[in-house]
């Protein structure tokens, strides 16, 4: 079992910038795929960002301005968010997968971005 919990999220102003932690404890020895989806009111949820062995994916919506990545003890994934609009607002998910493809999701961290 894994247990993620994400923080940093809040209420930012358009062109602002957040960083999202997400801090995993648990069976991380089997984890080898981390990332971020996000989820809006009336939208589907959307991958925004991942880390497999080292190399990072984006969705087009954020490419360029996000940017992810893993502490140095592997148990802490980061999403620096840079040039924030207003249609990011959402609630940020962390998951990680493990083995069979077993998936692990955070409980969410809100992020606004308004005027």
């Not at 020895?29 to 925004?48: D, H």
Request: charged share 10%.
């Amino acid at each position: 079992q894994v247990q993620l919990v994400e923080s940093g999220g809040g209420l930012v102003q358009p062109g602002g910038s957040l960083r999202l932690s997400c801090a995993a404890s648990g069976s991380m020895f089997s984890i080898n795929v981390m990332g971020w989806y996000r989820q809006a009111p009336g939208k589907e949820r959307e991958s925004v960002a991942s880390i497999i062995s080292g190399s990072t994916y984006y969705s087009t919506s954020v490419k360029g301005r996000f940017a992810i990545s893993r502490g140095n003890a592997k148990n802490t994934v980061y999403l620096q968010m840079n040039s924030l609009k207003p249609e990011d607002t959402a609630v940020y998910l962390c998951y990680a997968v493990g083995h069979l493809g077993a998936t692990y999701w955070g409980q969410g961290t809100q992020v606004t971005v308004s005027s």
